[in-house]
Every structure is written in structure tokens, then in C-alpha cells.
């Protein structure tokens, strides 16, 4: 009696195991972009508003189309209460399959990094067309949606690059382009809507 339930046991630790890495598994596409545009921007004069113990200030309304290059969640760090997850993605030829086949990509300490092999695109263009962007989620269904997105998905993200200011002269800015690399290069994006495939 007791070993049948722990082959019953056994086989359901495997089980849910097998279906977390199933969960976990980057999405494939066939090659081809996949995210033809742009992010679309337009600077904005908003009061600031609060969001939990930050203010958080509008800079410009944002959205973007974008695939999804890799996903960063953070717990530890001084932003990680008001920004969990980090996004790497890209747009135009860094959404197509044939291309990234030729970078490996990581994130960690809020940034994320394109190693090319020999064969790639060229780096400034690859990274016009990408970018690592920390996410505030506007509340928490947004931000258990946001969790739930997988490498290789298709995103449309819409809300606002901001500035924030919080407790212990916390202060964090979001870059305004595209076109600047290193620190403070990212976006700091109040997200309001989400949709995946």
C-alpha cells in the first residue's frame, strides 16, 4: 500500500516537472521579422502620480510591438519592488529567427548583453533594434501577466516611460531613445496593457 503511493507520488513530481520545463520552454518561430515596426513614442507634460510608496513621473507615452529576446525576473536588487521583471526585446530584424540564430543573448544586473558569432548582423544595427527594458507593473494582474510571458513570444506592451523617485532618495530615469547603449540606456516602462502570442 505505501509503495504504490509513492509511485503515485513519484510520478507526480515528475509529472509537474516535466510540465515547468514545458511552461518554461522559449516559444520557436520560423525565420522571417516578426515585429516589423519601430516602438512608437510621443513626450508628454504629466503631474506625477503615486505607485505604492514612488512617484512616478511620465515622460512620454509608449508602445511596442516586439519579440521577446529573454525575460529577467528581479527579487534582491533596490528596484526589484517596483520594477520585478526585465524584458529583452527586439523589433525589425532582431525579431527574426534567422538573424538571432547568429547572437546568444543574456540578461543579469539590469542589463542585457548580445555576444555575435561571425556571421551576424552588424552590432549597431542589432542593438537600434533591441533594447532591455525594466517593467513596472501598473497592478498586479498586469504584472502576473507579464510573468507569464516566455522567450520567443510576441508582445504588444503599452503604457509610459517614466521617471520615479521613491524612499531613501531612490531615483531611477528611463532613456528617451533607442539609440543610446550602456548605462542608463534602458527604459523604465510603466506598462498599462499587455497582449502575447
Given at each position: 500500500?505505501?509503495?504504490?503511493?509513492?509511485?503515485?507520488?513519484?510520478?507526480?513530481?515528475?509529472?509537474?516537472?516535466?510540465?515547468?520545463?514545458?511552461?518554461?520552454?522559449?516559444?520557436?518561430?520560423?525565420?522571417?521579422?516578426?515585429?516589423?515596426?519601430?516602438?512608437?513614442?510621443?513626450?508628454?507634460?504629466?503631474?506625477?502620480?503615486?505607485?505604492g510608496d514612488y512617484q512616478v513621473t511620465p515622460l512620454a507615452d509608449f508602445e511596442v510591438d516586439a519579440r521577446v529576446l529573454s525575460v529577467e525576473t528581479y527579487s534582491m536588487d533596490g528596484g526589484a519592488r517596483l520594477s520585478p521583471i526585465d524584458f529583452a526585446l527586439g523589433w525589425?530584424?532582431?525579431?527574426?529567427?534567422?538573424?538571432?540564430?547568429?547572437?546568444?543573448?543574456?540578461?543579469?544586473?539590469?542589463?542585457?548583453?548580445?555576444?555575435?558569432?561571425?556571421?551576424?548582423?552588424?552590432?549597431?544595427?542589432?542593438?537600434?533594434?533591441?533594447?532591455?527594458?525594466h517593467l513596472i507593473p501598473a497592478d498586479d494582474s498586469i504584472e502576473d501577466r507579464l510573468k507569464g510571458v516566455k522567450p520567443g513570444n510576441i508582445v504588444h506592451l503599452r503604457g509610459q516611460l517614466v521617471s520615479v523617485a521613491g524612499p531613501n532618495n531612490f531615483t531611477w530615469k528611463s532613456s528617451l531613445t533607442r539609440a543610446d547603449t550602456g548605462n542608463g540606456a534602458c527604459e523604465l516602462f510603466y506598462v498599462e496593457s499587455i497582449e502575447k502570442r
Open positions: 500500500m505505501f509503495a504504490h503511493w509513492r509511485v503515485v507520488v513519484a510520478l507526480a513530481a515528475v509529472g509537474a516537472g516535466v510540465a515547468a520545463l514545458v511552461e518554461g520552454r522559449a516559444v520557436d518561430r520560423p525565420p522571417g521579422v516578426l515585429a516589423p515596426d519601430e516602438p512608437w513614442q510621443q513626450l508628454v507634460e504629466r503631474p506625477p502620480f503615486a505607485h525589425g530584424p532582431m525579431s527574426d529567427s534567422a538573424v538571432l540564430a547568429h547572437f546568444r543573448i543574456t540578461q543579469g544586473a539590469r542589463f542585457f548583453t548580445i555576444y555575435p558569432d561571425e556571421q551576424a548582423l552588424d552590432i549597431p544595427t542589432a542593438l537600434r533594434s533591441s533594447s532591455n527594458m
